[in-house]
């Protein structure tokens, strides 16, 4: 059975720039080109929607509502001039002293020659790393615990409501619902008494910024529920491949150990490119329009695929390979041949804040541990869900460097 990242990539490589997705009730399309890239994700959110078919639908507002990644326009607009601001680049490097203690303090408990899931250690990282620069805030292990949970075992259901009949799934008492609704209610109990603590003892943080503003409890939610939630799993999953491949390199774990800032954010760069943790960018055709000099009604769906395009040979010599000197020096890549974050108005608001950390934590675990994979574990494959998973976690063993 060809799995779904192998049928978009032959599709391209077989229909070429735009190809029709053999999807029943559906008009979507697979686009590749860089210029038809770029037009979709930079054009006016009026030409180009969030959501998919003619109805918009947006999987992850059944968790996030109307947060900065779901919102409508108009309220998008609103909410990107309040929370942009808080990921200005002298502000965000600011974080960067913090990013490495977390990571030091998270990996201080391993032991020398154990098995870890990096996948499981990065989700519980980036979450506490989330909490203590956005919100201020030290997220408790139950915490912790119940968000990564909902997260891992949820993702499908999250993708239900882009599927035929999925909304009635929604109403059938089913195990996976029933599941979905326990953890649903679970995590927003979490993210409620963070912004309850905030409103008793209010700081410099984009939760007391939000509460200042005076907007609806709701709107509050939804977005600290953004920034929690999708502010963490991206750069988990970012984080357990870069990893996941580093285990396999010995020299390049070396060089990181050495403290080559520019050759770790190459290797963080590589990771992005190879398994992009947004590995579908879905937009919404809001008019007929001329996509690759072909003429789309409205409400036809493109799906802009960062794991197609990264590892198109046109762009990319050696697509598969993991070459992290790509990114040190030359000729930077054609735009919208690379576009982990998106682009445009809807672009991720923390990318800066994202790769930082990244490349910080990455820099730390390379420092005190050597990574090499687990023997006899599964094999470490994606699975694209609403993010790029690794289906089976990341087993690796960790031995202190001497």
């Known amino acids: 059975m060809i799995d779904l990242l192998t049928a978009l990539t032959r599709l391209h490589r077989r229909r070429g720039e735009i190809a029709r997705i053999p999807i029943p009730g559906a008009r979507a399309y697979l686009v590749s080109d860089p210029d038809a890239i770029q037009d979709a994700l930079t054009r006016t959110q009026r030409e180009y929607a969030k959501g998919v078919?003619?109805?918009?639908?947006?999987?992850?507002?059944?968790?996030?509502?109307?947060?900065?990644?779901?919102?409508?326009?108009?309220l998008h607009r609103q909410q990107r001039r309040l929370i942009q601001p808080l990921f200005h680049g002298g502000r965000v490097a600011g974080w960067a002293d913090t990013f490495t203690t977390l990571a030091e303090a998270a990996s201080a408990s391993w032991r020398d020659g154990e098995v870890r899931d990096l996948h499981r250690d990065m989700t519980e990282l980036t979450l506490a790393i989330v909490a203590r620069t956005v919100f201020d805030v030290s997220v408790d292990a139950g915490a912790i615990t119940t968000i990564s949970r909902a997260i891992g075992r949820n993702q499908r259901a999250l993708r239900r409501e882009v599927l035929p009949g999925g909304r009635l799934l929604d109403r059938l008492p089913l195990p996976a619902t029933r599941r979905w609704r326990e953890d649903s209610e679970a995590v927003d109990a979490v993210v409620r008494a963070l912004i309850d603590a905030k409103r008793a003892e209010p700081g410099d943080d984009l939760l007391s910024l939000l509460l200042a503003t005076g907007m609806p409890d709701s709107q509050v939610r939804d977005e600290a529920m953004t920034l929690l939630l999708a502010g963490h799993e991206t750069t988990a999953n970012a984080l357990a491949w870069t990893f996941h491949l580093l285990s396999r390199y010995p020299m390049e774990q070396d060089r990181i150990a050495d403290g080559d800032p520019d050759f770790t954010t190459a290797v963080v760069r590589e990771a992005l490119r190879l398994y992009p943790p947004a590995w579908a960018i879905w937009r919404r055709l809001v008019t007929d329009r001329e996509v690759c000099g072909r003429r789309l009604p409205a409400g036809s769906?493109?799906?802009l695929s960062p794991w197609v395009v990264h590892r198109d040979p046109r762009w990319w010599p050696e697509p598969d390979a993991f070459r992290p000197e790509r990114w040190l020096g030359g000729e930077p890549p054609r735009r919208y041949t690379y576009f982990p974050f998106g682009s445009g108005p809807r672009q991720c608001v923390g990318n800066g804040f994202a790769e930082l950390e990244a490349v910080r934590v990455t820099g730390a675990i390379c420092r005190r541990w050597r990574l090499t994979p687990a023997p006899g574990a599964p094999p470490v494959v994606p699975q694209p869900l609403v993010t790029l998973r690794p289906r089976h976690g990341v087993a690796l063993t960790v031995r202190v460097r001497r």
């Open 301 to 303: 769906t493109l799906i």
């Open 53 to 74: 078919g003619s109805k918009g639908l947006e999987p992850l507002k059944r968790v996030l509502g109307q947060g900065l990644l779901t919102s409508p326009p108009d």
